[in-house]
């Protein structure tokens, strides 16, 4: 087997084994590890190559300051005031509970400033503003997709939360971040080894023309 092979098989298993990991070994995670997380992260395609992913890593008591956030925002919530909300409370309970005995968070913010130079190729071409931010959260969901696969590939093991997204205004006010929130990773060493689950088949979700 030639080397190159040996990398796209090393790479197609890496992608059928990654699993979303929900409980984690109390191990800490090195800095250099989660570094190398994020720097894979980094690697992942753009639109024009605007890079708009921005990252907060939390850990020790912020973390813990994190999770008991999204808990009082959980308490805040009316079934009149916010039924939207209402409906996503035990997700967000979940979350903060994963965030709570995680040994590490990352939260994953997009950035889009019409005033970019990056962005003066876009704004030549018949493009709304919408369809600019379409692409820059498909650019920060593809650098998430890098930071899962490559967490894995280190021995981490890591779980995508959308639900902290329904509180990414408080959280961003408490972190003085910058963008919006797109995601939040919960990650460590897995302390749980979760079987495959059923895929549909590739006839299934494609159609070939021509």
Do not use: C
């Amino acid at each position: 087997m030639d080397t190159q092979e040996s990398i796209a098989d090393a790479l197609l298993t890496t992608l059928r084994t990654r699993r979303s990991i929900r409980a984690w070994q109390e191990r800490p995670i090195p800095r250099e590890t989660l570094e190398r997380v994020l720097e894979a992260a980094t690697w992942a395609p753009s639109a024009d190559n605007v890079q708009p992913w921005r990252f907060v890593v939390v850990q020790g008591a912020r973390k813990q300051e994190l999770a008991a956030l999204l808990r009082r925002f959980v308490d805040g919530l009316q079934p009149g005031l916010n039924p939207v909300l209402w409906v996503h409370r035990i997700g967000l309970r979940r979350s903060a509970g994963l965030i709570e005995r995680a040994p590490a968070v990352i939260t994953a913010w997009a950035t889009f400033k019409p005033e970019d130079a990056a962005l003066r190729l876009v704004s030549r071409g018949d493009l709304t503003p919408l369809f600019t931010w379409t692409m820059v959260v498909q650019s920060v969901a593809a650098a998430v997709q890098n930071l899962l696969l490559a967490a894995h590939a280190l021995g981490l093991g890591a779980v995508w939360m959308g639900y902290p997204n329904l509180a990414g205004r408080e959280i961003k006010a408490w972190l003085q971040a910058e963008g919006e929130l797109q995601a939040t990773i919960a990650l460590g060493y897995p302390a749980e080894q979760p079987g495959q689950r059923r895929r549909k088949a590739v006839k299934d979700v494609v159609r070939w023309e021509g």
